[in-house]
């Protein structure tokens, strides 16, 4: 089992920057696959990123260039800057134990991971 516990969120003007955290606990010592969703008011969960365990990334297209996810050791980041009113959502982050830790682009659109977060709240004003 792994337990995932989001920080950071919290309430910005567009353009503002945040970074997220999210510290796993448990049973660590495996090749994790991790991922960062959000969810907007009213809409469905999506998917922002992921990161392999070897470090490899990969993002959706609109959050190219502004957001980027980092991890060290049992913490996955999320650094978002020039926020837009439209990035506003709860944020959570998921893992999934993989053969080497590899991730697919498909991950992020089922959203095929085994363990989440209960999330993180973002608000960006316009």
């Known amino acids: 089992q792994i337990q995932l516990v989001e920080s950071g969120g919290g309430s910005v003007q567009a353009g503002g920057s945040l970074n997220l955290s999210c510290v796993a606990s448990?049973?660590?010592?495996?090749?994790?696959?991790m991922a960062w969703f959000r969810q907007a008011p009213g809409k469905e969960r999506e998917g922002v990123g992921f990161i392999e365990n070897n470090g490899n990334t990969k993002y959706v297209d609109n959050v190219k260039g502004r957001f980027t996810i980092s991890r060290d050791r049992n913490v996955l980041y999320l650094q978002l800057n020039n926020l837009k009113p439209e990035d506003t959502g709860l944020y959570f982050c998921?893992?999934?134990?993989?053969?080497?830790?590899?991730?697919?682009?498909?991950?992020?659109?089922?959203?095929?991971?085994?363990?989440w977060g209960q999330g993180t709240q973002v608000t960006v004003a316009s």
């Open positions: 998921a893992a999934d134990d993989r053969a080497e830790g590899y991730c697919y682009t498909i991950d992020l659109i089922k959203a095929t991971f085994s363990y």
């Open positions: 448990g049973n660590t010592n495996t090749k994790l696959c």
